[in-house]
């Protein structure tokens, strides 16, 4: 599945096939500098929670948040296109 997320908006991503495998949000933060890219993921329970910004370079195809593996299809500053479907076709995290 693809995951269009637009700057400063998050997306839920799920971990798993099944209904009962839970999820993630992920915030893109937009690019700081033209080579650089940056997601935050959004982990809460309860009343506490964390959302670290994490910087990828520009030409990475895979990243990794929080132990889910993506394949990053496309980048600009205002949006970014990832996607779980890529990682089971090309075995590369998993």
């Known amino acids: 599945m693809e995951y269009k997320i ?6 839920k991503i799920k971990l798993g096939k099944g ?9 893109y933060s937009g690019m700081p500098n033209e080579k650089t890219f940056s ?13 670290p910004n994490i910087y990828y370079d520009i030409n990475a195809t ?5 132990n889910k ?3 990053v299809i ?4 205002q ?5 779980d479907d890529y990682l089971v076709n090309n075995k590369e995290y998993v």
């Open 39 to 51: 997601l935050s993921p959004i982990k809460a329970e309860g009343y506490q929670g964390y959302s």
């Open 74 to 77: 496309d980048v600009h500053p």
């Open 69 to 71: 593996a993506l394949g």
């Open 6 to 11: 637009f700057t400063g908006t998050y997306k």
């Open 62 to 66: 895979t990243i990794l948040i929080l």
């Open 19 to 27: 209904m009962l495998s839970g999820s993630i949000r992920v915030l």
């Open 79 to 83: 949006y970014i296109i990832l996607s």
